[in-house]
């Protein structure tokens, strides 16, 4: 901005005035009724940093501006966190225009203008920084999922168990394939079952996925069986000509895990009752 002086002086002067403005705008353009409980903190920051910026005659990704950015990329995350949409919080920027404008005369015109530019640029920035914080908080709690929809359990000592339930895709079964190797390691069981009981559908490609876990594995040292093959599921895989080739399968967990006991050496009776 050139030729900037009167318009800082007045922002200056009418401060207060300004920052009470701002923040009744801001009141309404959040329809969903939410607002920080530091809104008032969080304006003024942001209102002093804008102000320093403007004083250093440098445009809005200029080094003068460099707090005000700062303070606004936080103010964007956590509003991402706190469940806001893009454009409010762009808005709550853009909204200190309309704080300004009713206090400046017609000699300002041109000054106010510039100013407005400014806040463009930074409201921009705002909205730049909240998708970043969007995708980030979108990336994690994906990776949360993930994690708790594919639990390892602890069956019997040395074997565990792999409940699969929806879809299986790349991603996932990534997942469970680490997953179950660390579990693998930490526990050095020696057997894990692979239910799919709660698996919509196998086809070739959820197949390939079971098969790549079971071999890596195996490279581990432990043997793995597929347990949950329902009828449905049976007649699509003879249908795709699927083949599991020497990897055990049961219909059931349990019939799983009667298999691994027979094989560690257990013998599983009923207890006459007396």
């Known amino acids: 901005m050139s030729n ?9 002067s009418k401060r207060d005035d300004i920052l009470a403005r701002w923040e009744a705008a801001v009141s309404r353009v959040h329809p969903s009724g939410r607002q920080s409980p530091d809104v008032a903190g969080e304006l003024t920051s942001v209102y002093d940093s804008v102000l320093a910026g403007l004083s250093s005659n440098s445009g809005a990704r200029g080094d003068g501006f460099a707090e005000a950015r ?3 990329t936080e103010l964007s995350y956590s509003r991402a966190r706190q469940g806001y949409t893009p454009t409010e919080t762009a808005s709550s920027v853009f909204a200190l225009k309309e704080a300004v404008r009713g206090l400046v005369d017609d000699g300002q015109l041109q000054q106010f203008v510039d100013f407005s ?5 930074l409201g921009l920035i ?13 990336i994690s709690q994906t990776e949360q999922l993930l994690e708790l929809a594919t639990p390892v359990v602890n069956l019997w000592d040395g074997v565990l168990a792999v409940p699969l339930v929806g879809t299986l895709d790349s991603a996932r079964t990534q997942v469970v394939m680490e997953t179950l190797l660390q579990r693998l390691v930490d526990t050095g069981s020696a057997h ?10 196998v086809d070739t490609q959820v197949a390939q996925h079971l ?17 949950g093959i329902r009828p449905q599921i049976a007649q699509t895989v003879v249908a795709l000509g699927i083949e599991f080739g020497d990897i055990p399968t049961k219909a059931t ?7 691994v006991l027979r094989q560690a050496g257990f013998d599983i009776v009923r207890r006459e009752r007396s």
């Open 253 to 259: 967990l349990a019939d799983a895990l009667r298999h």
């Open 70 to 72: 700062a303070l606004l």
């Open 192 to 201: 894990a079952i692979i239910d799919i009981t709660g698996v919509a559908a």
């Open 117 to 121: 530019s400014v806040v463009d640029e």
């Open 126 to 138: 705002t909205f730049e920084s909240f998708v970043a914080a969007r995708e980030t908080v979108i």
């Open 211 to 227: 098969l790549k876990t079971v071999v890596a594995a195996r490279l581990m040292g432990a043997e793995c069986i597929i347990s």
């Open 4 to 12: 900037n002086v009167a318009l800082i002086d007045l922002l200056k």
